[in-house]
């Protein structure tokens, strides 16, 4: 997977796209129904032009309606998709979707192996900024259990800096999900060729 962008706006998803990016996962919080609903089918009809992946965050009938390559969900949100009567993840893999889980404990290791998911994300990795967490900082020694542990591309997230990927490659991660090192970085298009550059490298 190499890099993998978290963003929050399909402005961003296709400034990504123009540097080559092809995994993409759009975040998007707190906006009003309607604007979120344009935001998603702005970053998907993006992603197919550049025959690149876009994962939506949390909002399955989004990725349904608009055929986004794949559904990023939190444990919180699969409690939520595991519960509801819709039966989103039936609906989610119908549709050819793929599934990417967060994970933060052994349990819930065990939980998202049992869905079959396309990537297990493993996070914070380091402190972070970039979001409110639950968990401290996992570590590149739990990183390595994690990768002894699955048989899916894993992903790691939170904290990581540049100087920290080819670290956290060599500990097992198969994709680096990056989101305030490139967003707040002051040349994106640098960075972006900075990043690629170390994964591609990479195992």
Known sequence: MGLYACV???VWVQRLLELGVKDIQLRIKDRPALELEHEVAK???SCRKAKARLWVNDYWELAVRYKAYGLHVGQEDLDRLMTSPDLPLVAVKNEGIRLGISTHTFAELGRAIALRPSYISLGPIFSTT????RFGPQGLARLRQWRHL???PLVAIGGIGLEAAQGVRDAGADGICVISALTQASDVAQAVHAWRAVLRTGK
Do not use: P
Request: glycine share 0%; charged share 25%.
């Open 8 to 10: 929050a706006s399909a």
């Open 43 to 45: 970053a998907a009809e």
């Open 130 to 133: 970039s979001k409110k967490v």
């Open 150 to 152: 699955v048989n899916v």
